[in-house]
């Protein structure tokens, strides 16, 4: 039975949902499940989580991201980015220093108001369901934060290729639109790419049809332990070990505090613990049951 990770470089024109559907059918499985939506327009790393590692999925969520993106001045869309209905177009009088200087105000802690084309629910419906029948509703603003902003290239006086790392849940349609507004002249996002999530780049991502096409595409999937390579690792036997797997808790009074990957003396990579105050608990089990 298949498990693991899967990084897929994700072509323009598919959903995420796209693409688990596709590599149900190639795996034969139907646990798939993807860690962290990326809209049909954009393209880049897309980690996919099939078999018993569905259940670290919401681990690669709350990750970190880093995308390259094409912030257009002067257009405003009613999606915020360029697919969408062209709202208003404005001339653009603005240098690149001005960019810069605006930038610092969308670096750190910020607020962000979600777009009304994405799947955030209000009262039980998605936004973008009620966006396509031509209805507007309040949303509130939601805390995200923006790590690193900056400009990577310029290609004309309205067109900049920027770069962004941030937090979950930043939406980096509504960062063009909302720097567009910052400086007067409206604007949305051109292209999005996502260069890394989950502590995974564009290097480890292999394309769709590399992984139809191969023989055995089992070979691409990595250990579900590849996504906490940032802990450290523990290894246990014995009374501990039995504890772990039975999800107890197990009394190690040396151990210090922080996250571990435990693992078995076998090297079966049994679960995610926490260890505070000489006690040892599971966030998430691993093992194959």
Same mark, same amino acid.
């Given at each position: 039975m298949a498990s693991g990770i899967l990084i897929i470089d994700k072509p323009a024109g598919w959903t995420s949902m796209d693409v688990c559907a596709k590599l149900r059918g190639i795996f034969h499985e139907k646990r798939v499940g993807h860690g962290g939506t990326l809209d049909p327009?954009?393209?880049?790393?897309?980690?996919v989580f099939i078999g018993r590692a569905t259940r670290a999925v919401e681990f690669a969520e709350k990750s970190d991201k880093e995308y390259i993106a094409?912030?257009?001045?002067?257009? !405003?869309?009613?999606?915020?980015?360029?697919?969408?209905?062209? *709202?208003?177009?404005?001339?653009?009088?603005?240098? #690149?220093?001005?960019?810069?200087?605006?930038?610092?105000?969308? #670096?750190?802690n910020i607020m962000q108001i979600p777009p009304m084309y994405?799947?955030?629910?209000?009262n039980g419906k998605k936004l973008y369901e009620l966006a396509r029948k031509g209805r507007e509703v309040e949303r509130?603003? #939601?805390?995200?934060? !923006?790590?690193? *902003?900056?400009i990577l290239d310029q290609q004309g006086k309205d067109l900049y290729t920027i770069q962004v790392r941030c937090s979950k849940g930043t939406y980096i349609r509504t960062l063009c639109n909302d720097l567009g507004t910052a400086l007067g002249c409206g604007g949305c996002m051109a292209s999005l790419c996502r260069a890394a999530a989950a502590g995974f780049d564009g290097e480890d991502a292999y394309p769709l049809e590399i992984i139809q096409a191969a023989?055995?595409?089992t070979v691409f999937l990595r250990p579900v332990d590849s996504l906490f390579q940032d802990r450290a690792a523990l290894t246990v036997s014995g009374a501990?070990?039995?504890?772990? #797997?039975?999800?107890?808790?197990?009394?190690?009074?040396?151990l210090a505090p922080g996250e571990y990957r435990v693992y078995s003396q076998g090297e079966i990579f049994l679960a995610l613990c926490r260890a505070q105050g000489g006690k040892l608990t599971t966030i998430k089990s691993f093992f194959e049951v």
């Amino acid at each position: 039975m298949a498990s693991g990770i899967l990084i897929i470089d994700k072509p323009a024109g598919w959903t995420s949902m796209d693409v688990c559907a596709k590599l149900r059918g190639i795996f034969h499985e139907k646990r798939v499940g993807h860690g962290g939506t990326l809209d049909p327009m954009a393209t880049g790393v897309l980690p996919v989580f099939i078999g018993r590692a569905t259940r670290a999925v919401e681990f690669a969520e709350k990750s970190d991201k880093e995308y390259i993106a094409g912030l257009k001045l002067g257009v !405003i869309t009613n999606t915020q980015d360029i697919t969408g209905q062209v *709202l208003e177009a404005r001339p653009v009088q603005v240098s #690149r220093e001005q960019l810069e200087a605006v930038l610092e105000q969308f #670096r750190g802690n910020i607020m962000q108001i979600p777009p009304m084309y994405s799947a955030i629910k209000i009262n039980g419906k998605k936004l973008y369901e009620l966006a396509r029948k031509g209805r507007e509703v309040e949303r509130p603003a #939601r805390p995200v934060t !923006i790590k690193s *902003l900056e400009i990577l290239d310029q290609q004309g006086k309205d067109l900049y290729t920027i770069q962004v790392r941030c937090s979950k849940g930043t939406y980096i349609r509504t960062l063009c639109n909302d720097l567009g507004t910052a400086l007067g002249c409206g604007g949305c996002m051109a292209s999005l790419c996502r260069a890394a999530a989950a502590g995974f780049d564009g290097e480890d991502a292999y394309p769709l049809e590399i992984i139809q096409a191969a023989p055995d595409p089992t070979v691409f999937l990595r250990p579900v332990d590849s996504l906490f390579q940032d802990r450290a690792a523990l290894t246990v036997s014995g009374a501990v070990e039995k504890k772990i #797997r039975n999800g107890m808790t197990a009394v190690l009074p040396d151990l210090a505090p922080g996250e571990y990957r435990v693992y078995s003396q076998g090297e079966i990579f049994l679960a995610l613990c926490r260890a505070q105050g000489g006690k040892l608990t599971t966030i998430k089990s691993f093992f194959e049951v």
